[in-house]
């Protein structure tokens, strides 16, 4: 097969996906097909590919984050099933008013991935907060996944400087920054961000709320008790805390910080509920772990895919010969990289593990700070990662109980055109001499 056709192969298979992601089918058996589309077209052998190439990046995803996701999800359960989750919700409602439910959802979110929390792990523990606001409120449900992306996906992860997010720490690795790279420049695009999707959702909120909408109760909730006792706000913050002091301050493997976090509540809560409560609540968080998990690592076999034929390698060459300034370039090169693979991370360090090296000594002749260039690729790198079938996009449906046809719209302009915006912005301020 040409490189032409197996170029070709990557971008109709990836658009198979988004079509039929969008539609509403699984990406669990969608993504082997778009990666049958791409192994076909790109001239590897299809039950290699499927037994080997597949499985292993599917297995691989699956070995690395199975903990963080059940935990994750079992910290939401009992979070939820404890009224802990909605203590704090009330807690920060009266905080910001019932009014500024989202404002009031995105700092949640921001204070715990700048904090450290995966952003896996945020989407479960700050979901139910999110039910309790927006029921307050009156928003409807299908604009919480776009209210989270804004705290949890974005500026917290790419722009703001120091930020322990991993597409803030790959960069470091090849060009020998530190997170702090960049300040100023990634204060202005966080602002320009974080503050741009804020806008838009609440602008969204009040669109809908005149169109006629309000929120709709999730399948399955139990009827609420006006007579029911909350535990104590500051008891109920403990269990976040914790997360984000053992992540960051002793050090702590994220497994750890999160067991430590389920069992807390679990003990504190112990003499108000059931056991069979407590076990129930770990039961469903476990099985609502198993979804998500799965539909992500189909996605992350499709990328190991992509990245194994050999017209991959022929699109990195083009999209880094991009003309113009070199910022542009390797925007450009982790924006196609990161949007083909579907991951931030992946196609950030695909980008420069292939790359570093030429632009450092393009930074040496052109005066441009390796720093600048951390910062910029960072922000790229969390622009078209955030198609329809991103593994963080798709948990985040999944833990919602949102569609793409609910929700993905609102998302794409918090996750791809907010950050464009600012991206742009990023590169005309660098451009002009904005190096900080």
Known sequence: ??????????????????????KGFSTIWVAPIAAA???????????????VTFMEGFAGFVQSWFPAFMLGAIFGKLMECTNMAKSVALGISRLFGPKRAIVAAVVAGSILTYGGVSMFVAVFGLYPICLVLFRQADIPRRLIPATITVGVFEYTMVCLPGSPQIQNLIPCEYFGTTPMAAPVLGLVCGVIMGGGGLLYVMWRAKKLKEAGEHFTEPENTPEEDPNEKLPNVWLSLIPLVLVVVTLNVLKWDLIQSMLIACVFIIVVNFWKFKPATIITAI?????????????????????????????????????????????????????VLCGAT???????????????ERYIMIAQQTGIPVEVMHRIVAIAAGMMDTVPHNGAILTLLAVCGMTHKDSYPDIAVCTIGMPMLSLIVGIILASLGLQF
């Open 1 to 22: 097969m040409s490189v032409g056709i197996g170029i070709f192969g990557i971008f109709f298979a990836i658009v198979f996906i988004t079509v039929l992601a969008y």
């Open 283 to 335: 039961n469903d968080g476990a099985k609502g772990a198993m979804m998500p998990i799965i539909s992500v690592g189909s996605i992350n076999g499709f990328g190991a895919v992509v990245k194994a034929v050999p017209a991959f390698a022929a699109l990195v060459e083009i999209v880094t010969n991009v003309p113009g300034s070199p910022l542009i370039s390797l925007a450009v090169a982790a924006n």
């Open 37 to 51: 589309i791409v192994a076909i077209l790109g001239g590897l052998n299809l039950l290699e590919m499927y037994k």
């Open 342 to 356: 579907g991951s931030a991370s992946g196609g950030l360090t695909i980008t420069l593990s292939t790359l570093a």
